[in-house]
C-alpha cells in the first residue's frame, strides 16, 4: 500500500523532482545567504559559494541580476559584481576569524596556553587571507568604468559600496590590521604566560 502512494506522489508531482546544474556565476551568488548563528560550517558554505561564483562565467546579460541594455552597463555590471563578491569574502573570513580569535589572555587560562595560541594562529592566517580578497576588490573597483549617470537600480548596494571604497570610508585594510595588532598583543600575553603567573 505504501509503495502505491509513493508511486503516485511521484508521478503526480514530477515537476518538483527535477533539478538544474549551477553554471553560471549568479546561481552561485544566489545560494549566498546569511545565518541567524553563523557557525563555522556555515561560513565556509558560503565561502565556497562565493568562491564557485568568482570561478564561473556570468550568465547571458538577459539573465543578470540587475536590467543590462548597453555593453557598457555590461561591462559595469561585471566589474560590479567581482568588487562585490570580493568584499562579502573579505566579511565572511572576518567572521570565521572571529571565531577563532581571543579577545584578551586572562591569567586563568593559562592551562589552555598552547589551544589558544593555536587558535590565534588559525584567526590570524585567516585575517591575512581576507587581505587578498581585499586588494582584489579594490582592483576590481578601479577597473568599474566611469559612468556620471549610469546607475544599475537592481544593485544599488552594489554601486554603493563602489562609492565607499572610492572615497575611502570602507576600508578593510584598515580594520584587519587593527585587528592583527590587537591578535598580536594578544599572542604575547598568552607566551608571557607560565606556572608563576597561574
Known amino acids: ?69 548597453t555593453e557598457k552597463e555590461w561591462e559595469r555590471y561585471r566589474a560590479l559584481f567581482y568588487m562585490h563578491v570580493n568584499i562579502k569574502l573579505v566579511e565572511l573570513h572576518l567572521r570565521l576569524g ?11 587560562q593559562y592551562p589552555w596556553k598552547y589551544a589558544n595560541l593555536q587558535s590565534l594562529e ?15 576588490a579594490l582592483e576590481w573597483a578601479d577597473k568599474v568604468p566611469y559612468a556620471p549617470y549610469m546607475n544599475l537600480e537592481e544593485i544599488q548596494n552594489w554601486e554603493d559600496e563602489h562609492y565607499r571604497v572610492e572615497n575611502g570610508d570602507l576600508d578593510y585594510q584598515d580594520i584587519i590590521e587593527r585587528h592583527l ?8 600575553k598568552y607566551e608571557a604566560m607560565g606556572p608563576d603567573t597561574y
Open 122 to 136: 588559525k584567526a590570524e592566517s585567516i585575517y591575512r587571507y581576507a587581505l587578498g580578497y581585499w586588494e582584489e
Open 1 to 69: 500500500m505504501v509503495f502505491i502512494i509513493l508511486g503516485v506522489f511521484f508521478l503526480a508531482a514530477p515537476g518538483y523532482l527535477h533539478s538544474y546544474k549551477i553554471t553560471y556565476a549568479e546561481q552561485y551568488y544566489r545560494l549566498f545567504h546569511l545565518h541567524f548563528y553563523q557557525y563555522p560550517n556555515d561560513l565556509m558554505e558560503n565561502i565556497h559559494y562565493l568562491e564557485r561564483a568568482l570561478r564561473s562565467d556570468f550568465a547571458n546579460p538577459l539573465n543578470a541580476l540587475a536590467r543590462i541594455e
Open 181 to 188: 595588532e590587537r591578535l598580536q598583543s594578544v599572542r604575547e
Open 98 to 108: 572571529s571565531k577563532f580569535d581571543r579577545q584578551n589572555a586572562y591569567f586563568y
